[in-house]
């Protein structure tokens, strides 16, 4: 288990740098070609370099997915971007298209290849397979147990490592190979346009009784009845790493920085606990306080135990037990720091310190001053910069948040 690596997610530079200051050991970001998200989280080649760049001086791998599924004109140019990733310092990249991977196989034979979760591999035969085809890695199908994962591990040994997935959105359509965008919005999820119309709110209308709409589950915020729930493994990840797993990945390259500083936050300590015998229930419940303090859709423990929803809560559509107030930008003399802005907070507010290793340490705001050093009650216009004391060992990055009231 000691080899393990924390997989973490990025769309810009700001998230990759959070991801690996949080505790990642590797990223994966999209490029410019054949990236399975909006072309707003892709990063340009020049932008590939300064992310391996970043990543490399300290330690860390870089991963760039060419996951789309491909036509003929990107199978075709996939060797010159493959050779372009390589020499612009990609660890290696996350293939779903056989072709791609022939071609990348022989026009770039230096360069490391992930085959994708969109390749849907369940069995070891299919890996042998990968292996054979000179992939280093195979990032299992997100519908297999943990049964299932400890017995492939079993029959491939070191042939392929193993990679799976441990948190963050569950896609509805098998291994996310989703027709339902495609249709209604002609934007199809396998070609990186995906407009998540599972998460869109739908009502029934009976044949006979045209329009007369009928909501399918109601509740406060209506009810989007076929978005999928979010995965959550930190209950049981000392069994996922039991299982013979290489990497362990969370999911979210449309997720803000503090998104994925927090959660890889989370990971990270849970991960280095079980590896250094420290692991505890306490810390558990704690780990899973920190990650109830981001945006989610109620949890589940995925298919690692069978059907998806025989391990789900039914709460409502998005939780979220935090606010994001700001990142710490600059620090002062005696504890005094210069925080960004992101969401207003006054005198008198309790916020709380999200910094590696840590859980989030709560203080009260005694006094508050606007970047002209006027003293002010309130910080509230986005972006600017406002100066508070924190009682805690601080550090630029940090990140700051405040419960929210229910």
């Given at each position: ?92 990249v996350i293939v779903s298209d056989l072709g791609v991977i022939a071609r990348l196989r022989a026009e770039v034979p230096e360069l490391e290849i992930h085959v994708s ?82 998460r869109w709110r739908y009502h029934l209308m009976e044949e006979k009784r045209p329009g007369q709409f009928f909501p399918v589950e109601e509740d406060d915020r209506g ?9 959550n493994a930190m209950p049981f990840l000392d069994q996922v790493l039991e299982s013979g797993v290489r990497s362990l990945k969370i999911e979210g390259r449309m997720k ?151």
């Amino acid at each position: 288990m000691r080899g393990v690596e924390l997989l973490a997610p990025a769309g810009d530079m700001d998230t990759l740098v959070a991801a690996e200051r949080f505790g990642a050991d590797a990223v994966y970001i999209g490029g410019p070609q054949m990236q399975l998200r909006a072309a707003s989280v892709g990063f340009t080649i020049e932008g590939v370099a300064r992310a391996a760049a970043h990543l490399h001086s300290r330690g860390k791998r870089l991963y760039v997915t060419v996951n789309a599924f491909a036509d003929q004109r990107e199978a075709d140019a996939a060797g010159a971007y493959g050779r372009a990733l390589l020499e612009c310092g990609a660890d290696a990249v996350i293939v779903s298209d056989l072709g791609v991977i022939a071609r990348l196989r022989a026009e770039v034979p230096e360069l490391e290849i992930h085959v994708s979760t969109q390749a849907n591999c369940q069995n070891a035969d299919a890996a042998r397979v990968y292996a054979q085809m000179g992939c280093r890695r195979v990032v299992l199908g997100r519908e297999m147990a943990l049964e299932d994962i400890r017995q492939a591990h079993a029959r491939l040994g070191e042939q392929i490592e193993l990679e799976v997935f441990v948190h963050g959105a569950m896609c509805m359509a098998y291994s996310g190979r989703c027709m339902i965008s495609a249709s209604l919005t002609d934007r199809s999820a396998n070609r990186g346009a995906c407009a998540q119309s599972c998460r869109w709110r739908y009502h029934l209308m009976e044949e006979k009784r045209p329009g007369q709409f009928f909501p399918v589950e109601e509740d406060d915020r209506g009810m989007t009845i076929l978005s999928s729930l979010d995965l959550n493994a930190m209950p049981f990840l000392d069994q996922v790493l039991e299982s013979g797993v290489r990497s362990l990945k969370i999911e979210g390259r449309m997720k803000t920085p503090y998104y994925v500083a927090t959660v890889v936050n989370a990971y990270r300590q849970r991960i280095d606990a079980i590896l250094n015998g420290s692991d505890s229930p306490d810390l558990i419940r704690a780990l899973q306080r920190e990650l109830n303090a981001v945006s989610h859709r109620p949890y589940s423990s995925g298919f690692y135990f069978g059907q998806l929803r025989k391990h789900a809560s039914d709460e409502g559509v998005y939780l979220q037990d935090c606010r994001f107030v700001g990142v710490v930008r600059q620090l002062q003399a005696n504890g005094w720091i210069l925080v960004e802005l992101r969401n207003k907070f006054t005198v008198g507010d309790t916020l709380e310190l999200v910094s590696p290793g840590t859980r989030g340490a709560s203080f009260a705001v005694e006094a508050l001053y606007d970047e002209d050093g006027g003293e002010i009650y309130e910080a509230r216009v986005p972006q600017k910069l406002y100066a508070l004391r924190c009682p805690y060992p601080v550090a630029p990055g940090d990140m700051l948040r405040m419960r929210i009231e229910k």
